[in-house]
């Protein structure tokens, strides 16, 4: 059972770079989630999709773009990329029932 | 002021210790509580929820809701160095989309 996915694990970019960070899940959950986790802050909501077609912004979207492109697959794209985007990235989904959040196994990312 | 509060720690503990993690929240429409743990370089995963007020146990492991306190606590007894991580508490605002609030994690370690 795979649950969610992401990739890639490590990723080191120079600044003015651009990269996407592909996640998946296994569950079919209609609700996904992209976090960045930075010491001391905890995690933070970039972008959300509640169902397929449909996205929103979170807590710090700014530098950031994603696609739902089916149930399964929720992406997030950083177009210029820069040293404050540095962090480590979580992708989620929730179970339907909304009591129950499954996190992917993190992609580090280094913006030099 | 944020809407979950959660001491960051670290909080060092002897094996075998009763362990007490705490988060306190300010809005009333919470209703899902749930206790995610993080080891180093993971994504968190689930360890419990709860919904009402009162008490939850599953093995060593108890969570408690105040909601009157607007209080969350999670309880370990016999605590061993593999529970050595970080916990996080969340929050779900169900009156608002499935509202996702997490406090910033607390790094628990248990010392042999």
């Known amino acids: 059972n795979a649950g969610v996915t992401q990739t890639p694990k490590f990723q080191v970019l120079k600044t003015g770079q651009s990269m996407t960070l592909q996640c998946a899940q296994d569950?079919?959950?209609?609700?996904m989630y992209w976090y960045r986790q930075d010491p001391g802050m905890g995690l933070r909501l970039i972008y959300y999709s509640a169902s397929e077609g449909t996205t929103d912004k979170g807590e710090v979207p700014n530098g950031y773009n994603v696609s739902r492109l089916n149930k399964r697959e929720f992406s997030l794209r950083l177009e210029s990329a820069a040293p404050s985007q540095t962090s480590v990235y979580f992708c989620a989904s929730m179970r339907d029932s909304g009591n129950t959040i499954y996190f992917g196994e993190g992609s580090w990312l280094t913006v030099v | 002021q944020k809407e979950v509060e959660q001491d960051p720690g670290p909080l060092s503990v002897p094996e075998g210790a009763i362990v007490s993690l705490n988060c306190t929240y300010s809005n009333s429409a919470f209703q899902y509580f749930m206790w995610y743990r993080q080891y180093s370089r993971k994504g968190p995963e689930l360890l419990m929820y709860?919904?009402s007020s009162g008490n939850k146990e599953d093995g060593r492991f108890t969570a408690q809701v105040d909601k009157s306190s607007k209080y969350i606590s999670l309880f370990i007894r016999d605590s061993q160095p593999s529970d050595s991580a970080t916990y996080l508490c969340?929050?779900?605002?169900?009156?608002?989309?499935?509202?996702?609030?997490w406090g910033a994690g607390t790094k628990l370690i248990i010392k042999p």
């Open positions: 969340a929050m779900i605002n169900m009156d608002s989309n499935y509202q996702l609030i």
């Open positions: 569950m079919n959950h209609n609700s």
């Open positions: 709860t919904y």
